[in-house]
């Protein structure tokens, strides 16, 4: 490719609104372009980084058995009501109706339809297993959308979904695409962990999380150095022994009664100055047990201040709350203030608070963005850049590093990391409710035994530049960098043997199958040099006058300090 056909567009400075380095280095490198909240046209650049991530999935989605097909993208309603999924989703499940007034469904994933071509397609035992997969736009209706593409309301998908005949079977599908996976974040040339998920209803322990170690990551990811144990934040607080700690708010918990405690009580717990405006606490959960204590690990505190009218007015009203302190729920609090549940609309949180969770900051944005966008307050450890100093610190971590681990080999470590992968057994989860079944030995009509294994293909490019930069720019992995090297002649218009030696060059690279770019833009040596690093590209290869009278050229990678001077002979080798 030659840069002058090619589209390159690169930018001094990133949108003011571009929070993680990743979206920052992608919007300035050119990658994306924001069309819509959560919405992005995938430049040039990031395309040919897709395309990469996405041809290292199909080889090894293919060596792992699984066969490529296409499901649309706009599904008929119908499906999903037949699981129910339609109604129980919620407003991330984008709902589009057509000239007809019939319903459809913009698809978040894949499991009903895919499930329908199984039960009419798949009708013996012997044609098990089976392994369909797709890559596909998907898109989800993100109450937050952001970080570029790494959250965003439409997106690239590959989600395969597996049928089996036994639980047994299913097992080993389910073990075949972890190796697959482990092959493909492997070639990504990604640090990344595979941690144990939450199986939710469905029990067991076959669900997966694969997560890029990075400081950015929303997920909490909770491991043992010294032996294999790894979960999610989720299932590490949940098998936790509820043993409260000495410091954080969960010993608040049990220190402070419900409904009798008052709000002095609580802020002289806290170590806060008494004021007049601090009118009432609340701290809110999804969940209390018979006690009345926040059940789970996830408590919200709420600071209502006497300055807002509605708080004043209503929350003397909240049943139980004494001088303004109890634990109440979420549904107790929406339901009090007559809002829709789910939505805590009009609380309107005044006073900033930090709260320190590795329970996911999205579950804790979800709630508060329920205010209102603006009004983004509470917020999880990413304390947003442009809020007020918090008021206030509270600890509600329910396992934090150094507690002994769950399997007794030693002790926790925590870590940040962003989900990439997702591998899940389901079971008959929707072959049951779809009535997919097929004929097994006897003869007789059998569920199918379900898996769906999902990667986040766009995501992959935001993780990949959280893991891997500096201050110049994106440092991609050479598996999946837009160009494997780039050739920067200095001088090319005016020099004759310049032109001659990068032509040849950038032919004898092609020939080998290098990924090779040719800078023929006539920019000045900065500006050239500015791009490339900005764009990541792995190799770069100076050819000057200069370097030339002596046969030599610069070859220089992305993470070295220095070029080094080699005879132009050499340098086809040296790169490819
Ligand atoms: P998250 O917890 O980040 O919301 P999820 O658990 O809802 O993700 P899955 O349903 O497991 O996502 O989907 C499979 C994969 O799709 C995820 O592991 C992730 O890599 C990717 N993905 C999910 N939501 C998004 C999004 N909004 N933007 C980009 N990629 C996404
Ligand atoms: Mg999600
Ligand atoms: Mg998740
Ligand atoms: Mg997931």
Redesign the pocket.
């Known amino acids: 490719m030659k840069a002058s056909q090619f589209f390159i567009s690169t930018l001094k400075e990133a949108p003011a609104d571009a929070e993680v380095v990743s979206h920052q280095l992608m919007m300035r490198a050119g990658m994306i372009k924001r069309l819509g909240a959560?919405i992005y046209n995938y430049m040039p650049m990031g395309l040919r980084v897709i395309r990469k991530v996405e041809g290292i999935i199909r080889d090894e989605m293919s060596r792992g058995g699984a066969v490529e097909l296409l499901m649309p993208i706009v599904q008929p309603a119908e499906l999903w009501q037949e699981t129910g999924r339609f109604d129980k989703m919620g407003p991330e499940l984008m709902r589009v109706k057509d000239r007809h007034d019939r319903d459809f469904i913009i698809q978040?994933?894949s499991e009903e339809v895919v499930t329908d071509i199984a039960r009419q397609e798949l009708r013996s035992y012997k044609q098990l297993p089976k392994n369909f997969y797709h890559i596909q736009t998907?898109f989800?209706d993100?109450r937050r959308?952001r970080f570029g593409?790494?959250?965003?309301?439409e997106?690239?998908?590959k989600?395969a979904y597996s049928f089996d005949r036994s639980p047994e079977a299913a097992a080993r599908s389910y073990e075949t695409m972890f190796a697959a996976y482990k092959r493909i974040f492997d070639r990504f040339g990604l640090t990344y962990r595979a941690v144990a998920a939450d199986t939710g209803a469905i029990g067991g322990d076959l669900s997966h999380?694969?997560q890029v170690i990075a400081q950015t990551g929303?997920?909490a990811i909770i491991y043992c150095p010294t032996s294999d144990y790894a979960a999610n934040i989720e299932l590490a607080e949940a098998v936790a022994p509820a043993a409260p700690r000495a410091e954080p708010t969960v010993a608040m918990a049990k220190t402070l009664t419900p409904g009798k405690s008052t709000c002095a009580d609580v802020a002289a717990f806290l170590g806060l100055p008494m004021t007049k405006s601090l009118k009432s606490l609340v701290l809110a959960t999804d969940r209390l047990d018979e006690q009345g204590n926040p059940a789970g690990s996830t408590v919200w505190l709420l600071l209502l201040r006497g300055d807002h009218e509605m708080n004043e007015v209503k929350v003397g009203k909240v049943p139980g709350l004494k001088d303004g302190f109890r634990f109440a729920t979420l549904a107790e609090i929406d339901a009090h203030f007559g809002c829709k549940p789910g939505y805590l609309g009009p609380i309107g949180l005044k006073q900033p608070v930090k709260i320190i969770a590795d329970r996911?900051v999205?579950a804790m944005s979800d709630f508060c963005c329920g205010a209102n966008e603006e009004d983004y307050h509470l917020t999880g450890v990413n304390w947003g850049r442009d809020l007020p100093e918090p008021d206030l610190v509270v600890d509600i971590r329910n396992v934090v590093e150094g507690d002994p681990s769950p399997d007794g080999q030693g002790v926790l470590a925590i870590e940040r990391g962003?989900?990439?992968?997702?591998v899940?057994y389901l079971g008959t989860k929707y072959s049951k409710t779809m009535n997919a079944t097929f004929l097994d030995e006897t003869g007789k009509p059998a569920f199918f035994e379900m898996g769906c294994y999902?990667?986040?293909?766009?995501?992959?490019l935001?993780?990949a530049i959280e893991q891997n930069h500096d201050e110049r720019g994106i440092i991609w992995p050479a598996s999946i960098a837009p160009f494997q090297a780039v050739i920067c002649p200095i001088g090319m218009d005016r020099s004759a043997e310049v032109k001659a030696a990068a032509e040849a060059l950038y032919a004898e690279l092609q020939a080998a199958g290098v990924d090779v770019l040719l800078d023929d833009r006539g920019e000045r040596p900065g500006a050239m040099f500015a791009d490339w690093e900005l764009v990541g590209v792995p190799q770069r290869i100076v050819i000057s006058d200069r370097g030339l009278k002596a046969g030599t050229v610069e070859v220089q990678g992305r993470r070295e300090a220095q070029a080094t001077v080699m005879p132009l002979a050499e340098a086809a080798s040296q790169v490819g």
């Open positions: 959560g978040p994933t998907k989800r993100e959308p593409i790494m959250r965003g309301r997106f690239t998908m989600d999380e694969f929303e997920d996911s999205a962003i989900e990439v992968g997702h899940f999902g990667i986040g293909v766009t995501r992959i935001g993780a």
